[in-house]
């Protein structure tokens, strides 16, 4: 699937609801798991994952896998550390479900 938007101000909440609908659909399978890209600046993109969207992804159902690079979690640019503080602490995902 390849979605095309004319900028960053459509690309991340359009990416955002991606992910969401994916998700459920995955989630109602029994299956599935996802890590969001580093393509936007981390909090900015995480925190778009956080805030509108909590009550519409069954986080329960959820396992995240991340991070190609190799980086001390303590590492300022770390991605896990990032969406750790900017996404994933604000919603009700299991932390045993959470893999960087």
Known sequence: MIEVYPDSGVTEPGAAALLVKQANL?????????????????????????????????????TLLGDERCVDLNDSGATPRLAKEAWLDCVPIPADQIHP
């Not at 995955?26 to 009550?55: C, I, K, T």
Request: proline share 16%.
């Open 26 to 62: 995955a989630a109602a399978a029994g299956a599935g798991s996802a890590w969001p890209s580093r393509a936007a600046p981390p909090p900015a993109h995480y925190e778009l994952l956080a805030a509108p969207w909590v009550d519409q992804v069954p986080w329960a159902g959820c």
